[in-house]
C-alpha cells in the first residue's frame, strides 16, 4: 500500500470524473455525427486518458481498467482501423453509463459492480493489433535502454537490457537547461536520483503503472526527465522498463520504498546521479535556476492531466510551446474552486447590505428634510451615494460569480435525446444554441427536470415515426430545437419540434372522458385554453402507458417546477406543424427590482418584470362588459380588479374608495398575452429588494412570493402577479 493518503483528495476526484464524463459523453454523440472529425476524436481520447490517469492514481482499479480499454478502441478509431458506427458508440456510451455507476459506487465504498461483461465487449473491438508497430519495440531517441534509435539491438537484447543491472548514464544527454537546473538543486542542498523502473512482464497497465510512479515521486520532489519521453509512456510506445531523472530532499531508501509501494512494480534501481565533477564546467545562471527548482516539494494533489517535464527550446517550434504553456499556467493560477455554500452567504450578506443601503437612503433623506442642506448633510449625502455605487458593485460580482452557463444543463440532454430515438425508431436532428448564456445557480439548479420531461414529450408524442413523416411530405428526421437566450431581465429557454403539433379537439376529448372538465365547459374552451388542459395533474393524451410518458405526471411538475423558481411557461403548437414551449426564467431568485406600492396603509412590491405599465385612469373612463369593470386602452379592454380583492381580503371589488380627485392609479400587469389592471391606492417607486420567504410557519399564501425588508425597517409583500391574473380568471 502507499503511504500516501490520497482520501483527502476524494471530492476533487469526483468533481473532474464528472467534468471528463460529460466530455466524453458529449464528444461521443458528436463524433457518431461527424465521424472524421479528427481534433474531436482527439478531445474524446484525451478526456478517457485524464480519466484514467486520475482513477489510477487514486487507486480505483475498475474505473481505470475499463477506461484503458475503452482507450483501446478509441486508439483504433484514431489509426483508421475501426470504423465509428452506431453499434460501437453503443458498447462506448454503456462504457460510460458503468463508469457513471463506478463513481457512485466509489462514494458509496462498496464493490458491487462487474465490468468484465464490458471488457470482453471492448476486447472484441480491438482484437485486429495495429500494422507495422510490434509490441515491445523501444521507441524515444534519448533511450537508455536502447543505447540509440539506430543500435541494431534486436527485441532479445532489449529483453536482456531489462534483465541486466542498470548503470547511471553519464550527463551528455542532458541539454543545457537540465544541466542548469541539476547543477542548481545540487547546489541547494538537493539529491538527485536516476530510477530504473521494470514493470511485471504481465502488467496490461504499462501507462497507468507509469503515472502512478510519476503521481508519487512528484509529491516528494521534481522530475525533469523520463526516458521514453512523457508522451511515449502515456501511449505505451514503450517495452516493460522506463527511467527517470528525480530532484528530491529525501534519502535513497525512502525513494525506492515510494515506488515500490506500486503494485506490479518488478524492481526498481535507484542511483545516485550525477557526480558532481560531471557537471564541473556548467556556467549556472542563478536567478532562472532558482525558477526552476521549487524550494519545497510540491504539494500533494491529483493533477488531470500531467504537465510535461521535457524542456526543449532549442527550436522556434519548442521555444512557443514553453511560452505557450507559461501562459496557461499564468491563466490556471488565476482560477480557484469556491464552494457553491460560501457564494450562497456571500449573496446573503450582500442582500443585507443592500437594506442597510436602502435605510442609509432613508436616514440621510429625513435628516435633509429635518436640518436643510448644510455641511453635515451633504457629506451624508456624498458618503451615501459612495457606499451606494460600491455596494451595487460589490452585488453584480457577487451575483455574476454565481451565474453558470446553461451548458451544464444542456450538455446532458443529446445521450438521452440519442437514447430516446433509437428506443422509438425515429429519426432526429437535435439542434442546441446558446449554451453559453448563463444562470443563477439555483436557478439552473431547479430547470433541468423540466427540460427532460419537455425532451422526452417532444420525441415521445411530436416527432413521427419516418415512414409517417415521409407520408406527410416532411424530411424523415424531425428536428428538435433548445435554445436559450437573455432578453431584458430575463432569460428565455425554448424546446420546439416540427413534429405532429397538438391537436384542441382531442384534448379536449380526453379531458371530458377523464373528468377533468365537463362537456358544457368543454364547448365554450378556446383552442387555446383547450391546449393549456395539458398542465392539468392527471392529464395525458398518450394512449398506452410507457416508462417515458402516459401517466399523466409530466406536464403539471414541468409547471410547478417553473412557477418554483417564478418562471412562466407558454405553448404556441399547430397541427401539424409542431410545438414550441417558451419558458421565461429571472436572471436570480434572490435580488430584484420592484415597484413599490402602498395600499391601505401597507406596502406591497410589484416584481418589475411583471409591470407592463402605470397609467392614471379618470373614473368616468371605467366601462362594464359582462358585469366587469373594464377601461380602454391601447386598443383593447383592460379589465380592472381591486388588489384586496384579488388578495381574497374583500369578496367584492369596490373601486370607489381608491379614487383620487376622480383618478386612480393603475398598475398593468401581464404575463405572455394576459393582462390584468390592479387598482392601488399610492405609488412609491422603484427599489432593489432582497427576496425573503415567508418561512414555513406561514406557507403558501395565494397572491404573495415573499416579503422584503425596507429601508426605514418596515415589511414589504412581495405580489405573485401569476397568482393574482389567476384569482382574476382572465385568461387572454
Not at 534509435?149 to 537484447?157: H, L, R
Not at 502515456?234 to 534519502?251: H, M, N
Not at 443585507?352 to 436643510?372: F, N, P
Not at 380592472?640 to 367584492?652: H, V
Request: proline residues 3%; charged residues 30%; hydrophobic residues 40%.
Amino acid at each position: 500500500m502507499s503511504d500516501f493518503d490520497m482520501s483527502q483528495y476524494l471530492s476533487l476526484f469526483l468533481e473532474e470524473a464528472e467534468e471528463q464524463l460529460q466530455l466524453l459523453d458529449e464528444g461521443l454523440i458528436l463524433l457518431e455525427q461527424d465521424r472524421q472529425n479528427r481534433d474531436l476524436l482527439n478531445q474524446i481520447f484525451r478526456a478517457a486518458h485524464t480519466l484514467k490517469g486520475s482513477a489510477a492514481s487514486m487507486g480505483f482499479d475498475k474505473i481505470a481498467v475499463l477506461t484503458h480499454s475503452m482507450e483501446n478502441v478509441l486508439d483504433r478509431f484514431r489509426d483508421g482501423e475501426l470504423e465509428v458506427t452506431q453499434e460501437v458508440v453503443d458498447v462506448l456510451l454503456e462504457c460510460l453509463d458503468a463508469l457513471q455507476a463506478l463513481k457512485v459506487e466509489v462514494i458509496e465504498q462498496k464493490d458491487t459492480i462487474d465490468v468484465s461483461g464490458l471488457l470482453e465487449k471492448l476486447q472484441a473491438l480491438q482484437e485486429k493489433e495495429s500494422p507495422g508497430e510490434a509490441p515491445g519495440e523501444a521507441t524515444g531517441e534519448d533511450s537508455w535502454v536502447a543505447s540509440s534509435s539506430d543500435s541494431g539491438e534486436s527485441k532479445g537484447e532489449e529483453a536482456a537490457a531489462v534483465e541486466a543491472a542498470p548503470k547511471a548514464p553519464s550527463t551528455e544527454f542532458l541539454n543545457d537547461t537540465e544541466k542548469l537546473v541539476l547543477r542548481s538543486a545540487l547546489e541547494k542542498g538537493y539529491k538527485s536520483y536516476h530510477i530504473t523502473v521494470d514493470l511485471e512482464p504481465d502488467c496490461v497497465m504499462k501507462s497507468v503503472r507509469a503515472y502512478l510512479v510519476f503521481s508519487n515521486l512528484e509529491k516528494v520532489g521534481e522530475i525533469i526527465k523520463t526516458v521514453p519521453t512523457t508522451e511515449e509512456i502515456e501511449e505505451e510506445k514503450f517495452d516493460y522498463r522506463f527511467e527517470l531523472i528525480l530532484i528530491t530532499k529525501e534519502p535513497l531508501d525512502r525513494v525506492k520504498e515510494i515506488v515500490l509501494s506500486i503494485s506490479e512494480i518488478r524492481n526498481v534501481s535507484v542511483l545516485e546521479f550525477p557526480k558532481p565533477e560531471d557537471l564541473n564546467g556548467v556556467k549556472v545562471e542563478q536567478r532562472e535556476a532558482e525558477q526552476k527548482v521549487k524550494a519545497e516539494p510540491k504539494p500533494a494533489g491529483i493533477e488531470i492531466e500531467r504537465k510535461k517535464k521535457e524542456v526543449k527550446t532549442d527550436t522556434p517550434a519548442g521555444a512557443k510551446r514553453e511560452a505557450d504553456k507559461k501562459r496557461d499556467n499564468r491563466r490556471i493560477s488565476q482560477t480557484v474552486r469556491v464552494d457553491v455554500n460560501r457564494l450562497d452567504t456571500l449573496m446573503n450578506l450582500v442582500g443585507e447590505l443592500v437594506i442597510e443601503r436602502s435605510r442609509l437612503e432613508s436616514v440621510g433623506e429625513s435628516i435633509r428634510d429635518t436640518l436643510g442642506a448644510g455641511g453635515l448633510t451633504d457629506s451624508l449625502e456624498e458618503i451615501s451615494l459612495h457606499i451606494g455605487r460600491l455596494s451595487g458593485e460589490l452585488q453584480e460580482e457577487i451575483m455574476r460569480a454565481r451565474m453558470f452557463p446553461i451548458e451544464q444543463v444542456f450538455n446532458r440532454f443529446p445521450r438521452m435525446v440519442r437514447d430516446l430515438a433509437r428506443k422509438f425508431r425515429k429519426e432526429i436532428n437535435f439542434i442546441v444554441e446558446g449554451k453559453e448564456t448563463e444562470l443563477d445557480r439555483t436557478v439552473i439548479e431547479e430547470i433541468g427536470d423540466p427540460l427532460i420531461h419537455l425532451l422526452r414529450n417532444a420525441i415521445d408524442h411530436g416527432i413521427e415515426p419516418p415512414e409517417e413523416r415521409k407520408k406527410l411530405g416532411k424530411p424523415s428526421a424531425g428536428v428538435v430545437r433548445l435554445n436559450a437566450f437573455h432578453q431584458e431581465n430575463q432569460i428565455v429557454i425554448t424546446v420546439e419540434d416540427d413534429g405532429r403539433g397538438m391537436d384542441p379537439d382531442k384534448i379536449k376529448e380526453k379531458a371530458v372522458s377523464k373528468g377533468i372538465i365537463t362537456p358544457e365547459a368543454a364547448e365554450k374552451l378556446t383552442d387555446q385554453e383547450a391546449v393549456n388542459l395539458i398542465f392539468v395533474p392527471g392529464f395525458s393524451t398518450a394512449e398506452q402507458v410507457s416508462d417515458v410518458s402516459g401517466r399523466g405526471v409530466g406536464m403539471d411538475i414541468v409547471k410547478s417546477h417553473i412557477e418554483k423558481i417564478n418562471g412562466i411557461i407558454d405553448i404556441s403548437t399547430k397541427k401539424g406543424a409542431g410545438t414550441k414551449f417558451t419558458i421565461k426564467l429571472p436572471l436570480t431568485l434572490v435580488i430584484n427590482r420592484s415597484l413599490l406600492i402602498r395600499h391601505n396603509g401597507r406596502m406591497f412590491a410589484f416584481p418589475l418584470a411583471n409591470v407592463v405599465e402605470i397609467v392614471e385612469v379618470k373614473e368616468e373612463e371605467i366601462q362594464y362588459m359582462q358585469q366587469q369593470r373594464v377601461v380602454f386602452i391601447r386598443d383593447s379592454f383592460l379589465p380592472l380588479f381591486d388588489l384586496e380583492f384579488l388578495l381574497g381580503e374583500r369578496a367584492e371589488e369596490d373601486l370607489s374608495s381608491q379614487t383620487q380627485e376622480g383618478l386612480l392609479f393603475v398598475v398593468v400587469v401581464g404575463i405572455s398575452e394576459r393582462r390584468v389592471g390592479i387598482v392601488v391606492e399610492e405609488l412609491i417607486g422603484e427599489q432593489e429588494i432582497v427576496i425573503k420567504s415567508l418561512g414555513n410557519y406561514i406557507g403558501d399564501i395565494p397572491g404573495l412570493a415573499g416579503a422584503t425588508i425596507l429601508g426605514d425597517g418596515s415589511v414589504a409583500l412581495i405580489l405573485d402577479v401569476r397568482g393574482l391574473i389567476e384569482k382574476s380568471g382572465v385568461e387572454k
